[in-house]
């Protein structure tokens, strides 16, 4: 029987990012099937309880930061703290942060591991300060990492996408997440990048 892993996140979460080799190492030891689950941060979290980081006080944003760099340098993964393409106080455009996950959504339909191309777009981001909110530049990062971006692109707003976006961000408000990434496996929820060793447990558990 293969055990399902969900990941509900946003493609502009760093600790989604930060998540990305160990999350890479827990599924492939344990041979389970994980299904990526872009969805919509800004409007699920309001429900649920989560806190963006633009509505925060300073010393929130500033321990962040702190948080960032810390994490950076404990995983060994380069990470700019403050980012050029992370729009920190203001959203010019609402759907910023969506195309990206539109983009990962388009090529798991397509029966693609998308988990390379989603933590391309992670990193580009985050460490590279390369906008993946310009579709030439997400085009540019699934080419460079063996997917057909212009086919891909082409898909970021066909209705099957879309529908899969809006199911996963009413599958997260049901399941009570309100950060990214959060881990559901057979049921429970993990919140966080920091989590991912009691997931690895439970997979454990599970398997014997």
Not at 18 to 31: E, K, N, S, T
Not at 35 to 64: C, M, N, S, W
Not at 69 to 92: D, E, I, N
Request: with cysteine.
């Amino acid at each position: 029987m293969t055990i399902q892993l969900d990941c509900f996140y946003s493609l502009s979460s760093p600790w989604a990012y930060f998540a990305g080799p160990q999350l890479q190492d827990i599924v492939r030891r344990h041979q389970v099937q994980l299904v990526l689950k872009p969805y919509d941060f800004q409007a699920v979290v309001a429900k649920t309880g989560g806190i963006p980081i633009r509505t925060r006080p300073e010393p929130r944003r500033a321990y962040h930061d702190e948080e960032l760099a810390r994490w950076g340098q404990y995983l060994g993964m380069p990470v700019t703290v403050q980012p050029k393409h992370y729009p920190r106080y203001s959203v010019a455009d609402p759907d910023w942060n969506k195309y990206a996950g539109w983009m990962v959504i388009a090529a798991q339909q397509q029966g693609l591991d998308a988990f390379v191309l989603s933590h391309a777009l992670l990193r580009a981001l985050w460490a590279e300060e390369r906008d993946t909110s310009q579709p030439d530049v997400r085009i540019a990062i699934a080419n460079d990492n063996g997917y057909d971006g212009a086919a891909l692109h082409a898909l970021e707003r066909a209705p099957a996408t879309l529908n899969q976006y809006a199911e996963y961000s009413a599958e997260a408000e049901r399941l009570g997440v309100f950060g990214a990434p959060t881990f559901v496996l057979d049921g429970v929820r993990y919140w966080g990048q920091d989590r991912l060793a009691f997931v690895d447990r439970a997979l454990e558990r599970l398997r014997t």
